[in-house]
């Protein structure tokens, strides 16, 4: 009989978990800084958040990439259709992509556009791309595309995953909950 897989290391979990708990939020806070009548304050608050945060869910993602290529993903279940488990490979590898996407087109659209990024502007850090309107405008159009790419592969992520967790109880879930490996 074939043993089950332990599932992901505790390193890979718990920047599953932390990137998971940053992202979520930085996709309300990004949908909800852009409506028109805000409050000042409030939209000034989302934005400084959403700003540093996206830069430190940068490093993190790449951190998770660097981890991933070392350490690769446990196989998925054998007892999963092929089309599901193609179907996991293709949305996986799509939300890394995006969610590299999404940091780099902000950070793109916020310095070129001009604009400060407060923590790093704090550490001396330099600006990395030139000032252009051009480049700010496509930035802004990537970025606001990925954001509707992104909370709808979430949304099918979650949702497959609470399938398996709560309907199927095949095992899925436990390779990446809880956070640290038991
Ligand atoms: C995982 C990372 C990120 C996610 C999921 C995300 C998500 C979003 C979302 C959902 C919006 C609203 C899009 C719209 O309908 O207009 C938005 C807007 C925005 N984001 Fe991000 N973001 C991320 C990272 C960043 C970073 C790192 C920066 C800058 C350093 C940034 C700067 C902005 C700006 C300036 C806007 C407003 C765009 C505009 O209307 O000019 N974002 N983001």
New binding site residues.
């Given amino acids: 009989m074939q043993t089950p897989s332990p599932g992901y290391s505790s390193g890979q979990r718990a920047l599953h978990w932390i990137i998971a708990l940053?992202?979520l939020p930085?996709?309300a806070a990004?949908?909800l800084?852009?409506q028109q009548g805000l409050p000042r304050a409030l939209g000034n608050t989302l934005?400084i958040m959403?700003?540093?945060m996206?830069?430190l869910?940068?490093i993190l993602v790449i951190l998770r990439i660097v981890v991933k290529l070392r350490h690769k993903a446990p196989p998925l279940s054998e007892s999963l259709p092929a089309w599901q488990r193609r179907a996991a490979h293709a949305s996986h590898g799509l939300l890394y992509v995006l969610?590299l996407v999404?940091?780099l087109s902000?950070?793109i659209?916020?310095r070129a556009g001009g604009?400060p990024?407060e923590a790093l502007d704090r550490l001396g850090l330099p600006t990395l791309v030139p000032k252009s309107e051009t480049l700010a405008a496509t930035a802004?159009a990537v970025?606001?595309l990925g954001?509707y790419a992104?909370?709808a592969l979430l949304a099918l992520h979650i949702a497959a995953a609470l399938h398996h967790a709560l309907i199927l109880r095949d095992g899925t879930w436990s390779r990446i909950w809880p956070p640290v490996r038991r």
Avoid: Q, S, T
């Fill in positions: 940053m992202i930085m996709i990004g949908f800084m852009v934005f959403h700003k540093n996206g830069v869910v940068l969610m999404m940091p902000g950070y659209r916020v604009f990024i802004k970025h606001e954001a992104i909370a």
